[in-house]
Structures are given as C-alpha cells and as structure tokens.
C-alpha cells in the first residue's frame, strides 16, 4: 500500500490531509475516496467519536484500502493528553492497526518526546514490541519485512499546544526520531491565555505559529498544523507548512449541507 505523506515528506513538498471523527468503515472510505489530491487522514481517537481499541483497525485499513490500495496515509491521533502512564499502550494499538504514523497530543518537552519516539520504534532504536498477527498484511508485506522498514516509515509526530511546549519546541523538534511537530492553534491559543482561532488565530498566537514553524525548520524537522478550510490551508502552504489540515469529516458535511440548501433557496 502507498504512503503519500511520507513521499511528500521526502520531496519537501507540502502536503494537504483532513480529519476522521466518525467511527466505522463508510465514513473512512468516504473521505479517504473523496480526492485523489488527498495525501493523508488523521484518525481522531483523541476527540473524535472512533474507539482506539478496536475502532481505529477498522478506519485505518479502509483508508489505506481506498483508492484501489493507493489510499492517503493513515495517521492515528492517541487519546492519552501527554505523555501518560496510557501513552505506550496506545502507540502499540494504534501501529498494531497498521497506522502510518502516530500524533500524540500535547508534548511539552524533549524528554517526553524521547518517549513518545521510543515507544514508536522497535529495537535496537526504541522498545515497541511484536504480536500483531495482521498488521504486515494491512501494509502488503511480510512479517520481516514489516519488521525491517517500520521503524523508517512509521512517522512519529508530537503535538505543539500548550505554553509549555512552545518554550521548548526546539529541544522537541530536534529529537532523534520526531518526524514533524503538529500545532494544534485551538488548544494553542487557549493555553496561551487567546480566544480560538475564528477562523484565523489572533495575531499574538499567529507569532507563535510563525516561530515553531521556524524552530522546527531550524532542526530539519516538518512543520504541519491544523486548519478548517482549503483557503486557510493554501495561505499555510505558501508560508512555508509541510502538512497541512484542510477539514473535518463533520465539517464538511455541515458545510456541504448548509451551502445546498442556500444554493436550493436561492439565498
Ligand atoms: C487544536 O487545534 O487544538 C487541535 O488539536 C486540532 O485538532
């Protein structure tokens, strides 16, 4: 199966992905099919409605099945805020059911990062441990060979949302084995003490996006960030962003539905 956002990755080009909130098959296969210009979904089990255990196994495989197997990468967001006691278990799941790569929210320092990479890669890199007896099959290769390219195809991606963060971004960034930092401008700007983005962030949080995005560039890492719309998404790419957020499954549809019905009432 393809990895779009690893290609882009190494291309250094930017990248556009949407969110899965929905559980089940047909709302994966819906959005994962809607665009073949669509790189890559966040499977949201942090807040989104899909079940970790066994909910993303089912959205990840019908994402990476879409497309007649050349589907967008599947990247799970874990439920855990922080690097908790929760954190490694929910790595293991969230790889187990065949994810092209791990976001986990709210990473406010190297040391937790460090953690977050070694729970991501198996040894002699990190400690992730082998079992699944599926997850090669969702990849269309063989055990070893799952075993032999997994640690340098599974991305590995931290959040940057909280004050705390934003100070230490670049120790974050510059961890071994972090692929890219994700902001994530609502949680962002509430921690910095600004309303959320409505739909652009305020102009104090907007500084601060511009600076992580610098500090991660700065280590040779990936810059990506959430957005609700193609035109905010557009105006990140040619800031410089490397993956970029461009709607929600639910967004879509309520905005889908609501322009119709304008269209339909002539308003
Ligand atoms: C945020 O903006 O806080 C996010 O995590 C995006 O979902």
């Known amino acids: 199966a393809s990895h779009p956002l690893l290609r882009a990755f190494k291309a250094n080009k930017a990248s556009f992905g949407a969110w899965l909130t929905l559980p089940g098959t047909f709302p994966a296969r819906t959005l994962a099919q809607a665009s073949p210009h669509l790189d890559w979904v966040v499977v949201d089990c942090e807040h989104g ?3 970790l255990v066994p909910g993303a196994a089912e959205s ?3 994402i990476q099945d ?5 589907g967008p990468s599947a990247i799970v967001r874990i439920p855990a805020t922080g690097v908790t006691a929760s954190t490694s278990w929910q790595i293991k799941h969230a790889l187990d059911a065949g994810a092209r790569g791990v976001l986990v929210p709210m990473v406010s320092t190297g040391e937790k990062a460090k953690e977050v990479v070694a729970d991501s890669r198996f040894p002699p890199v990190g400690r992730r441990g082998f079992g699944s007896p599926f997850t090669h099959g969702i990849w269309g290769v063989t055990v070893p060979e799952y075993l032999k390219s997994a640690n340098d195809n599974v991305l590995v991606m931290v ?5 705390e963060a934003v100070e230490n971004v670049r120790e974050i960034a510059a961890v071994d084995g972090i692929d890219a930092v994700f ?3 609502y949680d962002l ?6 309303p959320p983005p409505s739909p652009d962030p305020h102009p104090e949080v907007e500084k601060v996006i511009q600076k992580i995005c610098q500090e991660a560039h700065a280590v040779g890492k990936k810059c990506a960030i959430f957005c609700i719309s193609g035109a905010q998404g557009a105006e990140r790419a040619k800031q410089g962003f490397d993956m970029i957020n461009v709607t929600t499954d639910t967004g879509s549809m309520a905005e889908g539905i609501a322009k119709h019905l304008s269209n339909a009432l002539g308003q």
Request: proline share 8%.
């Open 49 to 51: 409605l899909i079940p």
């Open 60 to 62: 990840v495989t019908a």
């Open 66 to 70: 879409a497309r007649q197997g050349g």
């Open 159 to 163: 959040q940057i949302e909280t004050k």
């Open 183 to 185: 902001i994530g401008p």
């Open 189 to 194: 700007s509430i921690s910095l003490g600004y």
